[in-house]
C-alpha cells in the first residue's frame, strides 16, 4: 500500500513558525486532494486544513484559520502546512492523507481520506 512521508514537525516556543511536508514517490499527488490531520494524546483525530487537487479550493479549521495556510507544489508532488503563531494547543502529531473523494475536500472527516503517512511530531512549548 502507498504512502505518504511527512516531516518538518519538530519543537518550538509559543508564537513560532513550522512549514510542515507531505510527499508521494509512488504515485501523484496531483490527483488528490490532501488533508492535514493531528492528534494529540487522548484526543480524536481533528481536521486541520485541505487543499483540492488544483490547490484552488482549500478549508481550515476555526481553531488554525488565519494562522495555518496549506498549498501545494504539484511539480514537486509536495503538500505544506505553514504554520505561524504556534500556540500550545497546536501541539500534536500531524498526519497528510488522500481525499477518498478524489479532486474536492468534501469532509472535514478523517475517514473520507484513504493514504495515510505516519505523521510528524509539533510540540509548542517553553
Known amino acids: 500500500q502507498v504512502q505518504l512521508v511527512e516531516s518538518g514537525g519538530g519543537l518550538v516556543q509559543p508564537g513560532g513558525s513550522l512549514r510542515l511536508s507531505c510527499a508521494a514517490s509512488?504515485?501523484?499527488?496531483?490527483?488528490?486532494?490532501i488533508g492535514w490531520f493531528r492528534q494529540a494524546p487522548g484526543k480524536e483525530r481533528e481536521g486541520v486544513s485541505c487543499?483540492?487537487?488544483?490547490?484552488?479550493?482549500?478549508t481550515y479549521a476555526s481553531s488554525v484559520k488565519g494562522r495555518f495556510t496549506i498549498s501545494r507544489d504539484n511539480a514537486n508532488n509536495t503538500v505544506y502546512l505553514q504554520m505561524n503563531s504556534l500556540k500550545p494547543e497546536d501541539t500534536a502529531v500531524y498526519y497528510c492523507?488522500?481525499?477518498?473523494?478524489?479532486?474536492?475536500?468534501?469532509?472535514?472527516?478523517?475517514?473520507?481520506?484513504?493514504?495515510w503517512g505516519q505523521g510528524t511530531q509539533v510540540t509548542v512549548s517553553s
Open positions: 492523507a488522500t481525499s477518498l473523494s478524489s479532486a474536492s475536500c468534501s469532509s472535514s472527516g478523517w475517514y473520507s481520506y484513504g493514504s
Open positions: 509512488e504515485f501523484t499527488l496531483d490527483y488528490y486532494a
Open positions: 487543499i483540492s487537487s488544483s490547490g484552488g479550493s482549500t
